[in-house]
């Protein structure tokens, strides 16, 4: 059990050994939870929302467009997907 004392500002340090464990370094976050036995701290994912915003704009780019042809008769939309529904059996079987 690490020891820790409360500094100026209600600041503490965690142990190397603690930082290296869960992979913590400076500028992380971790979630401050009252818990039966005294204080839970857990670390947590923060994703900037600019940085989060980029991501999903590049993940919306990588999105093809597969709906039927709206130029296709009923009949050659259903004989399409019929084809796909194939081909990804066909990939998942392989």
């Known amino acids: 059990m690490a020891l820790l004392r409360i500094l100026r500002a209600g600041q503490i340090t965690l142990p190397v050994e603690l930082r ?50 709206p130029k296709q008769t009923p009949q050659e939309q259903e004989e399409e997907i019929a084809q796909w529904v194939k081909d990804l059996r066909k990939k998942r079987h392989a």
């Open 20 to 69: 290296k464990q869960f992979n913590l370094a400076e500028n992380d976050y971790v979630e401050a939870q009252v818990v039966k036995e005294g204080i839970l701290l857990k670390p947590v994912a923060v994703v900037e929302r600019e940085k989060a915003w980029k991501n999903m704009v590049a993940a919306m780019k990588s999105v093809k467009d597969k709906k039927p042809n």
